[in-house]
């Protein structure tokens, strides 16, 4: 049995066996003693090797082997060969593993930082999985359609086992370019310069390209934020080769540690400054992560609550109650609808929220279980809304209407009066409490004992024959025929024939024990041309003609087909009218006495003046008294003042 050992490689613990051990332990000695003046590159390839050594230990096991440091060491470099000659002799890592005749879709094992979906398609696409993981963000951006598109491919893509496991872990090890953050190069955060990098462009089209599309309603901005928080920054000297595409061997490292060294004296000062944007910048969008998970938890308290209420009729949610238990009659309908709704709001937020946290402070909030539980909650809200709906459908799924015909014995003037529909009208209809409510553009008004609704169409139309015709069509849907037609039977509406007077309700009404099942009324009457019709202003707002509204006269008749109002004034003898009530207002005459009518002061505006002043004064004596009058005309005013001594 081989002895194993337990080591720190760059701060990750793995377990090696003991031949492995001894080794790694010689080719670590050497590597020290060579670099000894620069503990700076000795870090960045004990970095290197513990992401390599992570990537070669897959799911099925956890012990480093001597196969494992031998590709490691090759892919490094020779130490000794570096100490002898100065050089190195790498080789990149190969799979002996071919590339699967068909590739299918699974998730990764080996590269997860939460259910290896993003990983595994990634690797079914060959790129990078933080771009996978940017779009499934932008995703959960978007409606929260993300979290559940995530969870749904957690649940149905089984893991990658066996050789399928081991080629993606061997093709992310093979992966020579990757995307990062390039600190160095960067005016902000190094997200352009990390994308002009990775695709091998100038970054300052990337740069231009984020600038233009901050005016594009800010998608810019947040696109640069999530790219920020997602996209890891090049910090070692292997990080900065493979965002650059190179090959990471102890040369390239040393030489890329070197330059850093020099290049970081010179840009101290900048970099310092960045670092503090950076810092401030990622303090506030914890800040308002926080508050949008704040929102989000009391979004998840309020329709919690608000639910429950309306489950168990709480608080001011009965009016919703009624007018569901007048809609639907089976109980079992209302229940699941209720519940759908429930699940389908609540777990999508809920989802959203455990990722948030998770995002902004590295809490472990959600893994397999918690994913499997809120899609399987998600899943029942679906089911639970996919049969209210296909049940409610059913029961209103024919569609029957009767028809009614009076004839209108009217020798004279035909008179229309109309109803308005009962809002607190102050008598004794059981409204005192009523909600009124608007459904497709239709009023709804919800009393002790009934239910009011608007009639969709009421018309008048000119009559083929010479006699007058009220035709009252009354719809409904059901689950058959007979259902439909017991429903038309509830409709209570009755327009009133007295003499040549009809009186036409604007509404029909449903007892609150029967049930809503889309009943309409439709109300047609048919004149002959040339009677006259008198119509009310309460017939006029709910007659279904936009120039009957807006006329201002009583009469009306048919003339060639057209409902032509009789006593409407034209457009000419409005203005008349107009002008001459002008005209009227232009003359203006005030009368005022004092308190022992001794005096008495008259003044006349009228528009007949001519501009000149004139005054005029006389003195009259009458039963011994003095009467002087006094009158002042300037233009179109007239002042007449008269004293009495």
């Known amino acids: 049995m081989e002895k194993v050992f337990q080591i720190h490689l760059a701060g990750v613990l793995f377990t090696i066996e003991e031949q492995a051990y001894l080794q790694l332990k010689t080719y670590l000695d050497n590597m020290h003693a060579h670099f000894n003046s620069n503990a700076e590159v000795v870090q960045d390839i004990e970095g290197r090797m513990a992401e390599l050594f992570g990537q070669k230990l897959g799911s099925n096991r956890t012990t480093l082997f001597t196969k494992d440091v031998d590709e490691v060491t090759q892919t490094l470099g020779n130490i000794k060969q570096m100490v002898e000659h100065g050089e190195t002799h790498a080789k990149p890592l190969e799979s002996k593993i071919q590339n699967p005749a068909h590739r299918r879709l699974r998730r990764s094992p080996s590269d997860q930082n939460l259910g290896g979906v993003c990983s595994g398609i990634a690797s079914f696409f060959d790129v990078d999985p933080v771009m996978v993981r940017v779009f499934f963000v932008i995703m959960m951006v978007l409606y929260g359609s993300g979290v559940l598109l995530y969870l749904v491919l957690w649940v149905i893509l089984p893991e990658a086992k066996g050789e399928e496991a081991e080629y993606m872990r061997l093709q992310r090890l093979n992966k020579t370019k990757r995307l990062f953050r390039d600190a160095e190069s960067r005016m902000i955060g ?28 800010g998608t810019g901005f947040w696109l640069y934020i999530i790219l920020w928080i997602i996209v890891p920054k090049a910090v070692s000297a292997s990080d900065k080769l493979l965002m650059r595409g190179e090959s990471v061997d102890i040369r390239s490292i040393e030489k890329e540690v070197m330059q850093n060294q020099g290049s970081n004296k010179m840009n101290n000062f900048a970099q310092h400054g960045s670092n503090v944007l950076g810092k401030i910048i990622k303090g506030a969008i914890k800040l308002f992560g926080g508050l949008f998970a704040l929102v989000l938890f009391s979004l998840v308290i309020g329709i919690s609550v608000a639910m429950i209420a309306v489950f168990f009729n709480l608080g001011q949610t ?73 049940s409610f459908a059913a029961s209103i799924s024919k569609k029957e209407s009767t028809l009614s015909v009076n004839k209108i014995a009217a020798p004279d003037t035909l008179y229309l009066e109309g109803i308005e529909m009962p809002f607190n009208n102050g008598e004794n209809n059981g409204l005192e409490n009523d909600m009124e409510m608007v459904f497709q553009d239709k009023g709804i008004l919800m009393g002790k004992d009934q239910f009011y609704l608007e009639l969709d169409n009421i018309k008048i139309k000119q009559s083929k024959s010479d006699s007058v015709t009220l035709k009252v069509v009354r719809r ?4 058959n025929q007979l259902d439909a037609e017991s429903k038309i039977d509830m409709i209570i509406y009755a327009p009133e024939i007295i003499g040549n007077k009809i009186i036409i309700p604007s509404y029909f009404s449903l007892n609150k024990d029967k049930q809503f099942s889309w009943q309409e009324v439709e109300v047609t009457l048919y004149v002959p041309e040339k009677k006259m019709i008198n119509i009310d202003m309460n017939v006029k707002d709910i007659l279904d003609d936009e120039n009957i509204n807006e006329a201002d006269g009583d009469f009306y008749q048919f003339v060639n087909g057209e409902l032509i109002c009789m006593n409407c004034l034209a457009e000419d003898d409005k203005l008349a009218d107009e002008e001459e009530s002008m005209e009227e207002e232009a003359n203006f005459d005030l009368n005022m006495k004092d308190g022992d009518n001794n005096v008495n002061m008259e003044i006349k505006i009228s528009d007949d003046g001519n501009g000149n002043s004139i005054k005029t004064k006389k003195v009259i004596k009458k039963d011994g008294k003095e009467i002087t009058i006094e009158e002042t005309k300037s233009g179109n005013t007239t002042i007449k003042k008269r004293t009495e001594k």
């Open 476 to 479: 409904s849907n059901g689950s």
């Open 190 to 217: 190094g997200i352009s310069a990390g994308l002009a990098s990775y695709f091998g462009i100038d970054r300052t089209w990337i740069r231009l390209g984020f600038v233009v599309s901050v005016f594009l309603f």
């Open 318 to 390: 009965n009016f919703i109650n009624e007018l569901i238990a007048f809609t639907v009659k089976d109980k079992s309908i209302i229940y699941a609808a209720k519940l759908g709704v429930l699940l389908t709001i609540i777990t999508p937020i809920i989802g959203l929220l455990l990722i948030v946290i998770r995002s902004l402070f590295n809490a472990k909030m959600i893994n397999k279980t918690w994913a499997f539980t809120i899609l399987g909650f998600f899943l029942i809200g679906v089911a639970c809304l996919t049969y209210s709906g296909i």
